[in-house]
Nanobody, 117 residues
Framework: QVQLVESGGGLAQPGGSLRLSCVASRIIFNNYNMAWYRQAPGKQRELVARITTGGTTTYADSVKGRSTISRDNAKNTMYLQMNSLKPEDTAVYYC???????????WGQGTQVTVSS
């Protein structure tokens, strides 16, 4: 059974940093575009950042310049380094894997990020 397991969330102060991780199992990681999404209370899930199989990255305007998405194919792991955190970054962050070979995608269970003083 495919699993995407996020970690690294928690409580951070405004201006602080967090590093999220997503470990994938039972998929050929190299064949998947990976992404982070987030969902704040009462809002729709939105794309935060995406990294393709070739390493091309895209970011939402709201996090551009403050966040870095990366992947380590040898470890089947994706990361999101978030700096200069703002209260509006508070949300549940979800890992997403979308195959470039077949029509399938997977979601993790999410990790809570709370930015508050």
């Amino acid at each position: 059974q495919v699993q995407l397991v996020e970690s690294g969330g928690g409580l951070a102060q405004p201006g602080g940093s967090l590093r999220l991780s997503c470990v994938a199992s039972r998929i050929i990681f190299n064949n998947y575009n990976m992404a982070w999404y987030r969902q704040a209370p009462g809002k729709q899930r939105e794309l935060v950042a995406r990294i393709t199989t070739g390493g091309t990255t895209t970011y939402a305007d709201s996090v551009k310049g403050r966040s870095t998405i990366s992947r380590d194919n040898a470890k089947n792991t994706m990361y999101l380094q978030m700096n200069s955190l703002k209260p509006e970054d508070t949300a549940v962050y979800y890992c997403n894997a979308k195959s470039v070979v077949i029509i399938v995608e997977y979601w993790g269970q999410g990790t809570q990020v709370t930015v508050s003083s």
